[in-house]
């Protein structure tokens, strides 16, 4: 495999009192055009940490002013060679508190809250179609470690590596 920047991030669930999940229509690549959580890179000359990455991410773009304790890491998502263009390390986080308005337009794009069932009809990265939000709802009240080898010639390759959940038989 050719080399490619490594970048870390962060990904945002949030949801509003009807247990909607906030999404953002990306108005700038990675994803552009598509539905996706809100999140960011991390800040790795600073040596933030991804609990700290997801709580600046959210106040930058959804402005809400949590602590970092109401940030709950759902799972860590490796992808290798994602659109033949970096590798990714993802800290997913759900945020605890329920979000009672909708956050304003943001220069990453537009936020909408949409049901669980919504989200299949989305136009959404084909990663997270694939695995990442199944994965997201069946430990959200655990944990999971995933990584997908993308490949150029066929379906990629996914990994459940660990996975701790009540509700969970994989």
């Given at each position: 495999m050719t080399s490619l920047p490594y970048k870390i991030g962060?990904?945002?669930?949030?949801?509003?009192?009807?247990?909607?999940?906030l999404l953002l229509q990306r108005a700038k690549a990675p994803n552009l055009g598509l539905w996706s959580p809100p999140g960011g890179k991390l800040e790795q000359g600073t040596g933030?940490?991804?609990?700290?990455?997801?709580?600046?991410?959210?106040?930058?773009?959804?402005?809400?002013?949590?602590?970092v304790e109401e940030f709950h890491l759902v799972g860590v998502v490796s992808e290798r060679g994602y659109e033949h263009q970096a590798h990714w390390l993802m800290f997913l986080f759900e945020i605890k508190a329920r979000l009672k308005r909708l956050p304003p337009r943001h220069r990453e794009g537009e936020f909408r809250f949409f049901s669980r069932s919504a989200i299949d009809d989305l136009s959404i990265p084909?990663?997270?179609?694939?695995?990442i939000w199944p994965w997201f709802w069946r430990h959200r009240n655990g944990f999971f470690v995933a990584h997908c080898d993308s490949t150029s010639d066929g379906p990629d390759v996914?990994?459940?590596?660990?996975?701790?959940s009540p509700d969970c038989s994989c």
């Open positions: 962060t990904l945002i669930y949030a949801f509003n009192p009807a247990d909607e999940v933030e940490s991804p609990h700290h990455c997801a709580r600046r991410e959210a106040f930058e773009e959804m402005e809400v002013d949590l602590p084909r990663t997270d179609r694939e695995r996914w990994q459940l590596l660990q996975t701790t």
